[in-house]
């Protein structure tokens, strides 16, 4: 029988590079960088979508191993995966880059953390001991989970500060200036996400 992750992931296709996006009404000078950040931020939400599943699927595991499948949390926890599924297939589709859309990811960003509960990945007593190696799992699962929602909390903020600066253009400014300094934006970060 397939995991979680196995069935939920095969799911999840990464972003058709064929798919015209299109960013708002700018100068043409500025729909390439437009254009270039928008395909990265879809692929950094296509990882955080798998990395999020993931964690979620290896805390499903460790309750399954440890016979609690019958627990409030693992249920809350599987009840997860497809709530996070819903928004995906919301997003993927998507092809115009605009604020109302930015504020979407912001979003979901921001409110991760309540799909990939931590709190919800803890190990109760009933024939667990405290010393096993499952509950060390249960910690290197809680751990990455962690690492999970803080990405998703600092791609919130970052695409909050493009959703300031799209708004920004309004005033004057370029759009150009809108997304340097983020993820995909002109420079390209070396080395981040």
Known sequence: MDTFQEQYLSFIQVPDQTVPLSAPEWPKTHHPQAISWFKHLRWTITSMT???????????????????KDSPRYTKLRES?????????????VTQLSRFFLLTV?????????????EEMYLTSGGVDSNSGFVREMLEVRKSARTVIYEGFIIGRLVQEAVFRFEDLGEGYTADQMFVGLPGGFP?????F
């Open 50 to 68: 798998t990395k999020s599943i993931q964690a979620i699927e290896a805390a499903l595991h460790l309750y399954e191993k440890t016979s609690h």
């Open 81 to 93: 995966v497809p709530r996070l599924l819903e928004w995906w297939d919301n997003f993927i589709p």
């Open 106 to 118: 912001v979003e979901f960003m921001m409110s991760l953390g309540d799909l990939v509960n931590v």
């Open 188 to 192: 390209f970060p070396e080395g981040k």
